[in-house]
Antibody, heavy 118, light 112 residues
Framework: EVQLVESGGGLVQPGGSLRLSCTAS????????MTWVRQAPGKGLEWVSY????????FYADSVRGRFTISRDNVKNSLYLQMNSLRDDDTAVYYC???????????WGQGTLVTVSS | IVMTQSPDSLAVSLGERATVNCRSS????????????LAWYQQKPGQPPKLLIY???TRESGVPDRFSGSGSGTDFTLTISSLQAEDVAVYYC?????????FGQGTKLEIK
């Protein structure tokens, strides 16, 4: 069974940093593109970033490019999101998700809440 | 690519048809394989999203056949043929054609 478990969320001050982790199990992690999606309280889904399995290339939403860095460790079956220069509007539940045969997202974690506030 | 859904909210009677629309600011049809890079997700309160439809019209395994997707190019539709109480949720479309995979703003579906 595919499982994705996010961790690392919490309360951080504006301008601070946080590193999210997503631990995967139940599938060959190295073979799949992995994605971060976030959802601000009461708002819709926002695609954040993904890292391709084939070549490790990384892509970011305009709202986070230059501040967030996605990475993966195929030995530890883990996905990461390093978030720097955090702003109030980065407050959200952050979901880790796995692609299907295309880039659609077939499996999602339960999410981890990041709150940016002074 | 900007994804725009309509309506923002929808109230439908049990057993009736529900239709959610999604328009992309540019075509998400890849001509070399004739596939539309468009997915639909369902999100219930307190839960992560769930994939319903991919390639615009392919139903994910385990999804009831009352859910169907249609459309091509820039205009897409998610149809629930006979609304059930458990279908109350927010529905999102997403394009994965470009390297930046954007979602629509969501459509909230309620029972009338």
């Amino acid at each position: 069974e595919v499982q994705l478990v996010e961790s690392g969320g919490g309360l951080v001050q504006p301008g601070g940093s946080l590193r999210l982790s997503c631990t995967a199990s139940g599938f060959t992690f190295s073979g799949y593109t992995m994605t971060w999606v976030r959802q601000a309280p009461g708002k819709g889904l926002e695609w954040v970033s993904y890292v391709r399995s084939s070549d490790g290339e990384k892509f970011y939403a305009d709202s986070v490019r230059g501040r967030f860095t996605i990475s993966r460790d195929n030995v530890k079956n883990s996905l990461y999101l390093q978030m720097n220069s955090l702003r109030d509007d980065d407050t959200a539940v952050y979901y880790c998700a796995r692609e299907g045969g295309g880039a659609y997202l077939t499996h999602w974690g339960q999410g981890t809440l990041v709150t940016v506030s002074s | 690519i900007v994804m725009t859904q309509s309506p923002d909210s929808l109230a439908v009677s049990l057993g009736e048809r529900a239709t959610v629309n999604c328009r992309s600011s540019q075509s998400v049809l890849f001509s070399s394989n004739n596939k539309n890079y468009l997915a639909w997700y369902q999100q219930k309160p307190g839960q992560p999203p769930k994939l319903l439809i991919y390639w615009a019209s392919t139903r994910e395994s385990g999804v009831p056949d009352r859910f169907s997707g249609s459309g091509s190019g820039t205009d897409f539709t998610l149809t629930i043929s006979s609304l059930q109480a458990e279908d109350v949720a927010v529905y999102y479309c997403q394009q994965y054609y470009s390297t930046l995979h954007t979602f629509g703003q969501g459509t909230k579906l309620e029972i009338k």
